[in-house]
């Protein structure tokens, strides 16, 4: 299993970022034909999910979505006043994994895969590891 | 690694359907004695999740929860009117890991997988593969 | 790829409890320089997440702000009284896939694994798993 890390910058607090070209990419250059793109977020306050690549409504509606659930103000006690951002985060979950078949991502018609930046704007890193032989 | 395809045919708008017996017969297939079996879900308004199989009420009460905590109307902008689905299903998740121990699920006693469908009827892909030895 | 199982005992109904230091040390065990660590919780009513490991008033926050989500009293018909747990497993999910890089979990400066307990205090199995070569 190979890992590569690439960088992403987010621009505001709240935001969704497509990184499934970087995923490609790698897929690509590992040459696995048949195994799973494993694709990690090592922060606390940002994640990652597969989510609609075709509307940017989509990716506004979800940020809503998780912030009703989840205000940014409420009975927190952690003094940086973020815990929102921590929830949202593991709700969203640190992982996706990619299969691949034939040597390409079997994403869906319509899924891309999103880092979710919560507490932005910051440099975040992803890394990508590819499983498979 | 190796990956198959199933189809799941949902008969409501949200609805919990089993796909244990798919996942136990894949990994009996692949002869495969230690390892994981990812099941992966290629849309964007359905997910997967592990979930208590020995009470319907339990799936019950899990779409009624989610429904709660995302309703379906809502300030949402896209157009299609399905935005719930798609946090719905993202908060799921599209994968779930099941590991494999002398050659079997090591599924919980009470464990099962399930598809969850947020935007039925539909028919629906499932992408399993088996990883390992 | 190689499991070993552990033993965890929660305390209170819910609680999270790191399990870092046990993934480590499977990792360590399994000789694996790259690769992904699978944790996966056989259970229905506890998962597992990656989180804050700095800040004690996070996992506070996490499990209030959780609670507010799905209230443990509701419109539940499971006679078990536990709907509650069961719906707060699942969107934490029940598996964690740690990158393995130079024999070392690439967990980020301030991640933490945790089982999350939902329905305690109980003795909770947990499965490690180590992938890789």
């Known amino acids: 299993m190979r890992w590569r890390e690439i960088e992403v910058s987010t621009g505001s607090r709240e935001q969704l970022v497509e990184i499934t070209s970087a995923v490609a990419s790698e897929i690509g250059n590992s040459g696995v034909e048949n195994g799973a793109c494993h694709v ?5 306050t940002a994640g990652v999910t597969i989510h609609e690549n075709a ?6 509606d979800m940020l809503t979505g998780l912030a009703r659930l989840v205000p940014a103000e409420g009975d927190y006690r952690h003094a940086e006043g973020n815990s929102d951002a921590h929830l949202k985060a593991s709700i969203m979950g640190f992982s996706a994994m990619v299969p691949i078949i034939d040597g390409l991502p079997a994403l869906g018609t319509w899924q891309g895969v999103y880092l979710c930046e919560f507490d932005g704007p910051r440099r975040r890193r992803v890394l990508i590891g590819v499983l498979g032989s």
Chains 1, 2, 3 share one sequence.
């Open 55 to 60: 509307d940017p409504d989509v990716a506004r």
């Open 40 to 44: 990690y977020v090592p922060h606390t």
